[in-house]
């Protein structure tokens, strides 16, 4: 059981960078996998980056392949999404969550495949 707080958001011109940071409390077993996600009014939570705990292995969608970074501060006990070269469409509500690789089997770019969320964080991008 892991409980997870996003900061970070905030107001950007495009072509800037954030970096939104994912604090987790609680439990993290070699089995979790974090990932961030994102949601605008109208459409579907977006699969945007994941991390497997134990391995660190990092999958991303093609969408902001390039330009986000998915990591792991440990000092912290942080999951950090680096957002570089931000582009209106980034604009969303960005949440953080949190699952166990054990029970995916959708895959996980899948919001299914989690079971922890945050509460999320505003990104604005304005051209």
């Known amino acids: 059981q892991v409980q997870l707080v996003e900061s970070g958001g905030g107001s950007v011109q495009a072509g800037g960078s954030l970096k939104l940071s994912c604090a987790t409390s609680?439990?993290?077993?070699?089995?979790?996998?974090v990932g961030w996600f994102r949601q605008t009014p109208g459409k579907e939570r977006e699969f945007v980056a994941a991390?497997?705990?134990?391995?660190?292995?990092?999958y991303y969608a093609d969408s902001v392949k390039g330009r986000v970074t998915i990591s792991r501060d440990n000092a912290k006990n942080t999951v950090d999404l680096q957002m570089n070269s931000l582009k209106p469409e980034d604009t969303a509500i960005y949440y953080c969550?949190?699952?166990?690789?054990?029970?995916?089997?959708?895959?996980?770019?899948?919001?299914?495949?989690?079971?922890?969320w945050g509460q999320g964080t505003q990104v604005t991008v304005s051209s």
């Open positions: 991390m497997t705990w134990s391995d660190s292995n990092v």
């Open positions: 969550a949190a699952g166990d690789t054990r029970l995916v089997v959708a895959g996980l770019s899948v919001d299914s495949s989690y079971n922890t």
């Open positions: 609680g439990r993290t077993f070699s089995t979790y996998v």
